[in-house]
């Protein structure tokens, strides 16, 4: 039966974080060159010189995984830590091997693993973490929603490793499998790391989300789904006619879980409104409106910084574009926010679901987390 919940739940995530990633598409650095996969090494060259390694590090069926490496490489043994005791806070190594030694120098490939405790594209989680780093990135392929394949330059004890990488998630885990040569190397060490990031695959598929997701419902009218490290707080007045929530997110920060909540919304907030159309038959009035109580906040839309467009989850619903504005600050708060709106209309109903979060280059991981919350809400209201 958990297995059932959890490809309900999976398909959920895959339907929301399609609409996340296309956001960042739109917005985030456009310099970033496509993936090159050219090589001069023959895939039968290739495997002729490699082969293959298959292992279940700390006997997790789920960070089971396939590669091809040199047949010259080796092992270093007794890094791997317990499956149990991955971070969610950094990226642990689970299994390191290394070429015989140029000079001074080797090459390494490495799969480092984290727990995952929350929604995130792994696109916007691949991208934070070459920011946090610092790392110059070379080329990327996200054409997988699901796995980004990346090239970029490192520096470590004063040598610049050209990097392969691929990050993907499964389940609540994020996977980084990377490839590293230094200067020097001889032969096609290049050839040979393009093609043995492509051999880097998972066994086994966790169906499981990253975090567990609530269902709200709304009455016995509609539901929809919010994050668990989300806090829906209904309105007083609810009716069949009319509701509002608000979710504010929940920090493991004991001091920043301790503030009220004109101060947690300083992390992001989502409001969702629900109208009947019997009672409400112009949403353009209830729009106007939920925008307009921006001014409570001493805040005013600025200008429209993207429209985008909603894939189609079902026939019986239409699905309003996503439209992200820039705020005006009027006075008090000193970061930039940005006021996402969309809405999803059944055929008696209709759901506006808004976001008010700080903005992408104020706090890029918390943006994106938010994002991927506020695409959730938005793509899995259901009328009952």
């Known amino acids: 039966m958990n297995k059932i919940k959890h490809l309900i739940v999976f398909t959920l995530i895959i339907a929301f974080a399609s609409n996340a990633s296309h ?3 739109k917005i985030i650095d456009e310099s970033i060159p496509p993936l090159s996969y050219d090589t001069k090494l023959t895939k039968e060259e290739f495997y002729s010189k490699t082969r293959e390694v298959k292992q279940t590090p700390s006997g997790d069926e789920y960070l089971a995984y396939h590669v091809r490496l040199p047949q010259d490489w080796t092992e270093v043994s007794g890094r791997s830590p317990q499956s ?31 727990k995952m405790e929350y929604l995130i594209s792994t696109k916007n989680w691949f991208l934070n973490f070459i920011k946090t780093n610092g790392y110059s990135i070379e080329g990327m392929d996200a054409s997988n929603e699901n796995k980004v394949l990346a090239e970029y330059v490192v520096f470590r004890e004063n040598v610049s490793y050209l990097v392969r990488a691929v990050a993907q998630r499964n389940g609540n885990r994020m996977v980084l499998a990377e490839y590293m040569i230094p200067p020097g190397m001889p032969g096609d060490a290049m050839g040979m790391q393009k093609w043995s990031i492509l051999t880097f695959g998972l066994e086994n598929r966790d169906p499981a989300p990253p975090i567990e997701l609530q269902k709200l419902p709304l009455l016995d009218v509609a539901a929809f789904y919010y994050p668990s490290d989300w806090m829906a707080m209904p309105s ?24 009220d909540k004109e101060a947690k919304l300083q992390d992001g907030a989502i409001s969702a409104y629900y109208y009947s159309k019997k009672a409400h038959p112009d949403i353009s009035n209830e729009l106007d409106s939920i925008k307009d109580s921006l001014s409570d906040k001493n805040m005013v839309l600025g200008e429209i910084i993207l429209e985008l467009d909603r894939k189609e989850r079902s026939p019986s619903y239409d699905y309003s574009p996503m439209t992200a504005y820039a705020v005006d600050i009027v006075e008090g708060r000193y970061i930039d926010y940005e006021y996402w709106v969309t809405y999803t209309e059944s055929p008696n109903s209709y759901l ?20 991927s919350a506020f695409s959730l809400v938005a793509d899995s209201f259901t009328v009952m």
């Open 352 to 371: 506006i679901v808004t976001l008010l979060t700080p903005a992408r280059d104020t706090d890029f991981l918390e943006w994106s987390k938010n994002i």
């Open 236 to 259: 007083g007045d609810r009716s069949l006619e009319e509701m509002s929530i608000a979710l504010l997110k929940v920090s493991d920060n004991p001091v920043k879980e301790k503030r």
């Open 84 to 114: 149990e005791d991955l971070s969610s806070k950094l990226l642990g190594e689970v299994v390191r091997f290394v070429s015989p030694p140029e000079i001074d120098k080797r090459a390494l490939f490495t799969i480092r693993a984290m």
């Open 23 to 25: 956001a960042q598409d």
